[in-house]
């Protein structure tokens, strides 16, 4: 349906007199919150050992970079209790892992301690399926010939399963990013598109898709909304992850605490 | 000044100078004759009200010969139904307001003298007066042109008048109980379009029915519109009290309220989808429509099943006389209607097609070929007459809006609405109306890019049977009953071909039965004060067949301490009803009331109070209505919405009528308003419970709608101060609601709405229209702040809806230019000429918070659709 709301407002702008600005809008700056992006992902046919999790804050919305958290504790215990250690590099906020031990369906927890504050998260490791085919043909769309790229996968039909892809081409600047569940495509071979006006013969395309969890395929639905913006859009919300502070409730951290199994794969337009 | 004038005067100056007193011998005169006699041959000047209707006769012979002053003033307070008071030199000219006094013997022989007044196209006029000259007392025709007043044996005169008609007078004989049709004659030779500013729109004072606003289609087409497409809905927006989400949004929203709870009304069947392409236009072809009226408060006990307005859109009854074709060429879409008598006097239809030009879509690619977006809307209205009590209408709508993206993107969604009225009149004192109804909303989407397939619908059927009951002059009874079944299709999906990853998937489908009762008095205890009250019950029962999921502690949304967040809840199992079972019932007794109490003929305050229930919801959480329009029935997770309102208001007209002004104040509260957890995904949701939370709406403000209603310069300024909100709390301590449970301002609050509205008479062959709207910015939520992750730069919000949109302002224009047209010709024609948004002011229709792809840095974008907008249409008519 978010192809729906595209349509739709593809059919103001065609329709009316329409156009967009850039325009100041004077903000207020809110106090700034502790941000973890702990985005565990292991790619097929390697072994995952290497991790980063970056640490920020909130920043005014009209600066250019976010402030790095540094010196803060990070760590990841699987099930068992074995501890996966993280190191701050010498890039501030950003904190490394040279021995993570990936288990499908294993569950993990994140903890991270600064400035006297505990904040934790646990979530499961989740399992992808192979790519089976890739496919290219053609799509007319508004009068001219776009390139499609297909990638399928099949899903395995015993529960809901959700993935994340994210395509990337050398014009893009952030990787397209498309969210799936399987409830109405159940036990089905899940297809996966790629189009883009400007992509040509010879452009090489990298699909990375992982399997994700329910609350994790919420989260990012939501980071969508507020990204994409749009008079289809539901209202702007904060978006909770799932990390708790274990010292202060109320000063929650932003951010997602997430594993995924991936599949990359790179196709080269004929 | 005409030479006869001097003449008379001349005379009249000379037949002064010869007689000592004062001699008047006219046959039925005007009060302006009669007072310039007076005043030519005395030195009394008469002082009146602009107002006194100085052309109308006085329905009497003047025979006074060389009186003196006393003794004319005498004949005249005996004879006029005036009073004339001498003060000095001048002699004030009064209306008679003392009660009229029964006869004595009126209960032994009193008779009812009923009727119906309609226009010369047959179509019922309502708001025309019958006055009973003998009797000082009168009434006006309802909706359906019908009036009904007891009166004694004898002879009586009835002069019946409607302020854009030629009055007529007619001379009764009083013997027995009376039923008449009357047609009245326009003023004039004009087109209608020229004769609606002569039409006086003036405050009712003295009927208790307040919070009411009334447009005519001429008064719609003559406002200014964006692309030159006159629109009934959009044409609300200017009234008092009624709001919308922006430009080319559809719905609108009446005195804070939602846009699902509007009762859209079209010849009495509910409309479930109101716009086409996506909001820039409404499905009502105004040159289908007679006038439409739209209830804001004090909603009578005979509309029910939403809580916020009632919006009454009338088709046009085809004119059983003559054969008339209607068409508009204009730049959007082109319209025809004919209408014209099936039966000379006995049956006549209507029907109205219009349809927009397929290709549209001219900005988006030099490459037309492959794609296809327009609308296309018929209307039709059938009469019959059975025999002198029966007659039996037809009225039908089809529409859809079709959109074709090269073969890719397909869909196709509208409107069928059909009704069967059959009206009864059993006496002079009782009609009957029953109705047979159907409605359907239907929305079907083909993604041929993924093989996939949509469609979901809702379907109305519903029968009513209402009853006008005139008991006397001063108290009518309304009463009926209706029952509507409702099928609900919210969804069924289609994978198409083989390859398709989607499963085929019908969505439970839903059925509820809604019947209602009422009863409705307008009751006129004195000349002065009236009262209309009445209730409504209402019963709601959700019927299988459905599979009814269970959830433990019967919450389907739980909510996560964890992370402060709603969830939807995992269902503990489900139960099964069977075809027909009751799955829930619901009932509510409506009570509505208003009172009026007139301080003169030209001044009155008016209070009233109405509680209404609603129980289908419209499922949307986008800033924008999209036009898939889900509706879902209230049940075992999901309570009607109920809702209370009381308007207090003060109407006065001054200068004879000229002028209106109409102040109200209100306050309302709405139960159970449904409020979304956030992110939820609604549509092909088999699970709607999970997603859903019952809030609580309130909205409270002060409209002032001042009128000038007749001259060349005729229009309204409209002022509303109101504040809208609502809040969803937490259903425990623990709960956070939703926006921390705390009352937050609702998407159309508008805390100053002003809107003029203007036309001029310049000449018999130029009408110019205006419009002004100001309105406080819609109320937004800003970041205040940003965050990353994943590479993904966010934007961290506020308090929910904290900001606002910069003021939303435009100025529009319209003129209209009917060249002469030559007598032998029958074809009549006119250009209508506008310009939208004069000023090009680029209102904000949205403001979003992006990140700009190539610089990477965050940016504030503003969304703006209209910019300057010229129209151009061509009307023509024979």
């Known amino acids: 349906m978010n192809l729906y709301k595209r349509i739709g407002y593809l059919l103001i702008l065609a329709l009316s007199t329409s156009c967009e600005d850039v325009i100041d809008v004077n903000l207020n700056t809110a106090e700034p919150r502790l941000v973890i992006d702990a985005n565990i992902s292991w790619a097929k046919g390697t072994d995952g050992s290497q991790q980063t999790i970056r640490l920020s804050t909130t920043a005014d919305y009209y600066a250019a970079e976010v ?112 969210l799936i569940d399987n409830e109405l495509s159940q036990g089905n071979r899940i297809q996966v598109d790629f189009m883009h006006e400007d992509l040509e013969v010879g452009n090489e395309v990298t699909f990375r898709i992982g399997g994700i969890s329910r609350r994790f395929f919420h989260y990012m639905t939501l980071l969508e909304e507020v990204t994409s913006g749009g008079a289809f859009s539901t209202p702007p919300a904060n978006i909770r992850g799932n990390i708790v502070n274990q010292t202060d409730g109320s000063e929650y951290a932003l951010g997602y605490f997430r594993l995924s199994e991936v599949e990359v794969i790179s196709y080269v337009v004929k | 000044m005409k030479p006869s004038f001097f003449a008379a005067f001349f005379i009249l100056m000379i037949s002064k100078a010869f007689s000592q007193g004062i001699s008047v011998d006219l046959k039925n005169p005007t009060l302006r004759d009669v007072f310039q006699q007076v005043e030519n041959q005395s030195n009394y000047k008469f002082a009146y009200d602009d107002g006194l209707p100085l052309s109308n006769s006085v329905g009497t012979d003047l025979n006074i010969k060389n009186a003196a002053i006393d003794e004319v003033i005498a004949t005249l307070n005996e004879k006029l139904p005036y009073n004339f008071v001498p003060k000095g030199k001048n002699i004030a000219v009064l209306l008679k307001t003392e009660p009229f006094q029964k006869p004595k013997d009126s209960q032994a022989s009193s008779y009812t003298y009923s009727g119906v007044v309609l226009d010369e196209a047959n179509e019922p006029l309502m708001g025309a007066t019958i006055y009973i000259r003998e009797r000082q007392t009168g009434a006006v025709t309802d909706e359906n042109g ?207 097609g219009r349809s927009s030009y397929a290709h549209l879509f001219l900005k988006l690619t030099e490459n037309l070929r492959d794609n296809v977006a327009y609308f296309y809307d018929f209307n039709a209205k059938l009469s019959h007459r059975l025999g002198p009590n029966d007659n039996l209408y037809f009225s039908g709508y089809h529409g859809r809006d ?31 109306n029953l109705s047979a109804m159907y409605s359907m909303y239907l929305f079907e989407l083909d993604l041929n890019i993924v093989d996939f397939g949509w469609e979901n619908s809702v379907t109305n059927y519903g029968l009513k049977y209402d009853f006008n009951h005139y008991f006397s002059d001063d108290f009518i009874l309304n009463y009926g009953a209706q029952a509507v079944f409702y099928d609900f299709n919210p969804g069924t999906l289609t994978a198409k071909g083989e390859n398709s990853s989607f499963n085929s998937t019908q969505l439970d489908r839903k059925y509820a039965m809604e019947p209602a009762i009422y009863i409705d008095a307008e009751h006129k205890f004195s000349e002065r004060f009236s009262v209309r009250y009445g209730a409504r019950y209402s019963l709601f029962y959700r019927i299988g067949s459905e599979e009814i999921k269970q959830y433990e502690g019967d919450r389907a949304v739980v909510f996560n301490p964890d992370f402060q967040l709603y969830e939807g809840a995992t269902p503990t199992g489900s139960v099964h009803y069977g075809s027909g079972k009751t799955i829930s019932s619901f009932g509510n007794i409506e009570p509505r009331m208003g009172i009026s109490y007139a301080f003169n003929e030209d001044m009155s305050v008016k209070a009233s109070y109405n509680r209404m229930a609603q129980y289908i919801h419209l499922l949307a959480n986008t800033q924008s209505p999209i036009p898939i329009n889900l509706w879902t029935p209230s049940g075992p997770f999901i309570d009607p919405q109920q809702l209370d309102q009381i308007a207090l208001g003060y109407f006065m007209n001054f200068k004879g009528g000229d002028f209106s002004l109409e102040t109200e104040v209100f306050h309302k509260t709405v139960q159970n308003r449904i409020d979304y957890i956030d992110g939820a995904n609604l549509i092909a949701n088999n699970a709607i419970e999970q997603v859903i939370l019952n809030g609580e709406a309130r909205a409270h403000g002060l409209e002032v709608l001042l009128k000038k209603n007749t001259g060349r310069l005729t229009g309204w300024v409209a002022y509303t101060l109101s504040r809208a909100e609502q809040r969803t709390p937490g259903r425990t301590p623990e709960e956070t609601g939703i926006a921390n449970g705390e009352w937050y301002r609702s998407p159309y609050d508008k805390l100053h709405d002003i809107s003029v509205t203007g036309g ?119």
């Open chain 2, 402 to 432: 079709v959109f074709n993206i090269g073969g890719e993107f397909a869909s196709r969604y509208g409107n069928s609405v059909a009704n069967l009225r059959w009206q009864h009149r059993f006496s002079d004192k009782l009609i009957s």
């Open chain 2, 760 to 878: 001029y008479q310049l000449d018999s062959r130029w009408t110019l229209g205006a419009n002004f709207a100001f309105q406080t910015g819609r109320p937004v939520t800003f970041p205040d702040g940003q965050y990353e992750f994943g590479g993904i730069k966010i934007p961290n919000y506020g308090s929910r809806n904290d900001s606002r949109l910069p003021a939303y302002h435009h100025l529009d224009l319209s003129a209209t230019y009917v060249p002469k047209s030559k007598k032998e010709k029958k074809l009549q024609g006119e250009w209508v000429f506008s310009l939208y948004n004069v000023y090009g002011r680029n209102n904000a229709a949205s403001i979003n918070f992006r990140t700009n792809e190539e610089t990477g840095i965050n940016e504030a974008v503003r969304l703006s659709i209209f910019g300057i907008v010229p129209g151009i249409s061509y009307n023509f008519k024979f």
């Open chain 1, 67 to 178: 402030p790095p958290v540094s010196g803060a504790e990070v760590l990841i215990a699987n099930s068992s209790g074995e501890e996966f250690h993280f190191v701050e590099t010498s890039e501030a906020g950003r904190y490394d892992c040279g021995n993570f031990v990936p288990v499908i369906g294993e569950e993990y927890r994140l903890t991270i301690i600064n400035n006297g504050h505990t904040y934790t998260a646990s979530e499961k490791l989740i399992e992808m399926p192979e790519i089976s085919a890739v496919e290219q043909d053609g799509v007319s769309f508004f009068g001219n010939e776009w390139i499609r790229i297909k990638v399928y996968y099949p899903d395995n039909g015993e529960e809901g399963n959700f993935y994340l892809s994210e395509v990337n081409t050398a014009f893009l600047a952030t990787p397209t990013r498309t």
């Open chain 2, 146 to 352: 019908a009036f009904s007043i007891t009166l004694s044996r004898g002879a009586h005169t009835a002069r019946i008048s409607h302020i854009g008609f030629s009055d007529r007078e007619i001379t009764l004989n009083l013997t027995g109980d009376v039923h008449e049709t009357y047609v009245l004659d326009a003023d004039g030779e004009v087109l209608d379009e020229v004769l609606v500013t002569s039409i006086k729109n003036s405050a009712e004072i003295k009927n208790p029915q307040m919070s009411m606003n009334r447009l005519s289609v001429a008064e719609i087409k003559r406002m200014p519109a964006a692309l030159g497409e006159p629109d009934p809905l959009k044409s609300i927006l200017q009234l008092p009290g009624v709001t919308n989400a922006g430009e080319a949004s559809s719905g609108f929203n009446v005195r804070g309220g939602a846009a699902d709870q509007n009762l859209i009304l079209l010849d009495g069947v509910p409309i479930l989808g109101d716009s086409h392409l996506f909001g820039f236009f409404s499905i009502f072809n105004a040159d289908a429509l007679s006038g439409l009226e739209l209830y804001k408060g004090g909603i009578p006990a005979g509309y029910g099943g939403r809580v916020s307005s009632v919006l009454d859109v009338h088709q046009k009854t085809g004119d059983d006389r003559d054969f008339y074709i209607n068409g508009d060429i204009g730049l959007i879409s082109s319209r025809l209607m004919a209408e014209g008598p099936l039966k000379k006097d006995q049956s006549s239809f209507m029907l109205a």
